[in-house]
């Protein structure tokens, strides 16, 4: 996941300095990358979380989450575009970015401190 975060990092730092189609080319392959890396392990997350009998229910709150946060997401890039063009847009994008992989790290983080033996295996 975080692999991913970085890929849409770069992603967004590329288009948004773009001086070229071909920068504008690679900035979108970078995107597309971000979402191959992503996306599967978000389904295998909620395949994993979710109860066998709520499978269904569980992909459709995280569904119903994700379009929630792309329509938000998409007023604020919108409203950026429109108010400060395209490259604030991808800045503001990749700084989102950055702070889902900080965030990410932290959690990593708290969650190997909470693990029993400080994160060390029993064995």
Same mark, same amino acid.
């Given at each position: 996941?975080?692999?991913?975060?970085?890929?849409?990092?770069? &992603?967004?730092?590329?288009?948004?300095?773009?001086?070229?189609?071909?920068? #504008?080319?690679? *900035?979108?392959?970078?995107?597309?990358?971000?979402?191959?890396?992503?996306?599967?392990?978000?389904?295998?997350?909620?395949?994993?979380?979710?109860?066998?009998?709520?499978? *269904?229910? *569980?992909? *459709?709150?995280?569904?119903?989450?994700?379009?929630?946060?792309?329509?938000?997401?998409? #007023?604020?890039?919108?409203?950026?575009?429109?108010?400060?063009?395209?490259? &604030?847009?991808?800045?503001?994008? &990749?700084?989102?970015?950055?702070?889902?992989?900080?965030?990410?790290?932290?959690?990593? %983080?708290? %969650?190997?401190?909470?693990?029993?033996?400080?994160?060390?295996?029993?064995?």
């Amino acid at each position: 996941m975080f692999l991913g975060l970085t890929l849409l990092i770069v &992603a967004d730092l590329v288009l948004a300095f773009a001086a070229s189609p071909l920068m #504008v080319f690679a *900035g979108a392959a970078l995107w597309g990358l971000h979402m191959a890396f992503t996306q599967g392990l978000l389904s295998k997350l909620i395949a994993d979380t979710a109860p066998a009998e709520l499978l *269904g229910t *569980g992909f *459709g709150i995280f569904n119903l989450a994700s379009g929630c946060a792309l329509l938000l997401a998409s #007023v604020i890039a919108g409203s950026l575009w429109s108010s400060l063009g395209a490259s &604030a847009t991808f800045l503001a994008g &990749a700084v989102f970015a950055a702070l889902a992989a900080i965030g990410l790290l932290a959690a990593v %983080r708290h %969650r190997s401190h909470n693990l029993p033996n400080g994160g060390e295996s029993a064995a």
